[in-house]
């Protein structure tokens, strides 16, 4: 037919057109329409993340100095000045410890599920749980630590936070880094086993060592999420006024905490107070969250 | 040792030392046992909570889900605790967040799979990260004292415009402040998009390029190749991943907490103060004693034993449409 024709050799008469204006109105509305709907939506995600990041930035810059991040908490919402010292203090030490229990677990977790379970009933299950245990509400989790945990020991304690921040990132761990082990080339295994080297060794000196930046990377996302954890926090930490040091002794405290609980008064120093917390909080998550996307984006392009 | 183990046909040069095969044996029960960790964590909340949770099932019984009275401290009588009117909070506010995030998600995942320039999609990525990173107590500070009394306006110009009309009117009611299940809803679409967005987008982008390209060689637009060619293939995956947003909205304590009111409270109004089942706990437990902690922790086994199947439910979905997907495609 003339369908091998160049559009202007086309006779006028016979052939198909095939340019866009054959297209009905009706079907041309349509895709427009729908093309402008996607656009929308797009546009509806991108509003209120500018609208949270100026307004966390503007009301807290306000309240930002450094004494504002050095100073003890006022133990009354009415009071003005006071920092967040303690909470930020509270933040870094529950979230170092949850990581430094969860992260070392979730690994051999993922070692197991990818290179011993693989396909086995066990594994499968395991992994399906993994990611229900991923759903489960962080405000059950804190139940959990303060049933198993708090009522134990009979006090509330920073250890206490870190346990329950752990257990929400296990999950998380587990699945981020199983990927991970997923994309090391079989032929990294087969070369070391032909080697000689046992499997444990193969696995710790071959294995890991090829998945590590993205395990890496996936470890931190998870820690930047329970950075922000609250509700286990205000059930299972207590809380205190000026900073406490010790995880396992006495009450602690957290920014989500403290947001969570200025957040809800009517006094505007209180509000200041959570505004600039916010922004200390949203700048640890952030610098957690481009730390592993800049190891991601750096290192994995590397190995491959 | 374990030097005996090794099959006879092995030359003696290759076989290993014993003490490294014990190793092995180690390793490999030390990986299991950190998987099983989490069955058992799984199990261990279970069972501590339920045990926990029981002076209050016990005392209430069925009327524990099926009353609608919550009152831990009543004038005369025995404490009253009965999680409908929560259950219905959560039920609400979450339907509402879904109602807007699923449209807006399914959308932004098409723009990414389908529609955005090259050189937008990295942005596009980046905010929806973004939206995920953001601490959920930093939306529910953002939304009590930003959202919350701006869009008390807004829902009274609604309930003039809507209220009279009857039947749907009801859901428009008076607006007593700005803090309402409407809010709540709102808040947690901001939250669940991300998490909706990004599985809905694995699961277009698993459409057979075949499939797309017949669908437009055979005359389609792009809207109708969608809908023929793309929709099709991955309903089952979307669904799926509209359950995991449900259940992470079902579950989202901190910032419901703040915004919603705090209202023990069943109506049809939207506009009106409820409460859910996760912000009632963590409302109330710093007060609480006795069977009054007992039954905010039964509150817990509820919300667990609900999201847990949400979530298994979504898992065995996603799982099986992949499962499929991955099958079209070899």
């Known amino acids: 037919m003339t369908l091998t024709a160049p559009p202007a050799a086309r006779p006028a008469a016979g052939g198909p057109d095939l340019t866009r204006a054959a297209l009905s109105g009706r079907r041309r509305f349509t895709n427009h329409l729908a093309t402008a709907v996607i656009w929308f939506a797009v546009l509806l995600a991108v509003i209120p993340l500018a609208l949270v990041t ?55 977790g993922a070692i197991y599920l990818n290179e011993y379970g693989k396909q086995r009933p066990l594994a499968r299950i395991i992994r399906l749980m993994a990611d229900v245990m991923t759903g489960v509400p962080s405000i059950v989790m804190g139940l959990f630590i303060y049933i198993s945990w708090v009522l134990l020991v009979g006090e509330f304690t920073g250890f206490a936070g870190a346990l329950a921040l752990a257990c929400l990132m296990l999950p998380v761990v587990i699945r981020s880094s199983e990927e991970m082990l997923r994309l090391v080339p079989d032929e990294l295994r087969q070369a070391s086993m032909a080697l000689g080297a046992r499997k444990w060794k193969t696995t710790l000196t071959v294995v ?62 209180a509000q200041d107070r959570a505004w600039g917390a916010a922004l200390t909080l949203i700048v640890i998550v952030l610098g957690f969250t481009i730390i592993a996307r800049f190891i991601s984006s750096r290192f994995a392009i590397k190995e491959r | 040792m374990t030097l005996t183990n090794n099959p006879p046909a092995t030359k003696p040069t290759l076989t290993q030392r014993g003490s490294s095969a014990l190793g092995d044996r180690v390793f490999s029960w030390w990986t299991l046992g950190t998987g099983l960790l989490v069955l058992a964590i799984l199990g261990l909340i279970l069972i501590t909570t339920v045990r926990e949770a029981w002076p209050a099932f016990d005392a209430m019984g069925l009327r524990f889900i099926t009353e609608r ?65 953001v601490p959920s107590v930093v939306f529910g500070l953002w939304g009590i004292l930003v959202v919350a009394p701006a869009l008390v306006p807004i829902y009274q110009w609604m309930h003039d415009l809507l209220g009279g009309i009857p039947l749907l009117g009801r859901l428009f009611g008076p607006v007593a402040s700005g803090r309402n299940f409407m809010t709540a809803g709102l808040i ?25 390209d017949a669908a437009l060689a055979l005359g389609a637009t792009r809207w109708e190749m969608i809908r ?38 069943i109506t049809a109004n939207l506009f009106a103060p409820g409460n859910s089942m996760a912000a009632v706990i963590v409302q109330q437990f710093g007060e609480s004693t006795g069977t009054f902690t007992a039954a905010l922790i039964g509150l817990g086994v509820v919300l667990f034993a609900m999201t847990v199947l949400v979530n298994l439910l979504a898992q065995v979905v996603v799982r099986r449409a992949e499962a499929r997907m991955k099958g079209s495609v070899a």
Do not use: C
């Open chain 1, 54 to 108: 100026y307004t966390v930035i503007a009301k807290g810059g306000g309240v930002m100095s450094l004494s504002f991040l050095n100073e003890d908490i006022p133990n009354s919402y009415r009071r003005e000045g006071g920092g967040m010292g303690p909470a930020i203090v509270g933040t870094l030490l529950i979230t170092g410890m949850a990581a430094l229990m969860a992260i070392p677990l979730g690994v051999f």
């Open chain 1, 208 to 269: 890991l060592p090829a998945a590590i930046s993205g395990i890496t990377s996936g470890s931190l996302l998870a820690v930047a999420r329970a950075a922000g954890e609250t509700a286990p926090i205000i059930i299972v930490t207590g809380i205190v006024f000026s900073p406490n040091w010790n995880l396992f002794d006495g009450s602690n405290t957290a920014l989500p905490a403290q947001i969570f609980r200025n957040a809800s008064t009517s006094f505007p120093a």
């Open chain 2, 69 to 133: 009275v919550w009152d831990p401290n009543p004038a005369t009588g025995d404490a009253v605790f009965g999680a409908l009117s929560f259950a219905y909070g959560t039920a609400v506010s979450s339907l509402i967040a879904l109602l807007f995030a699923v449209p807006v998600s399914v959308g932004i995942a098409l723009f990414l799979t389908e529609l955005a320039p090259r050189r937008l999609r990295g942005p596009a990525v980046t905010v929806i990260d973004l939206l995920a990173a």
């Open chain 2, 188 to 212: 947690l679409a901001i939250m669940v998009t991300p998490i909706i967005t990004s599985i809905t987008r694995e699961v277009f982008s698993t459409v057979p390029r075949a499939d797309k």
């Open chain 2, 228 to 265: 023929g060619a793309v929709f099709p293939h991955s309903f089952g995956g979307v669904v799926g991943a509209v359950m995991l947003g449900l259940g992470r909205a079902m579950g989202e304590t901190i910032a419901v907490a703040l915004v919603i009111g705090g209202a023990t409270n």
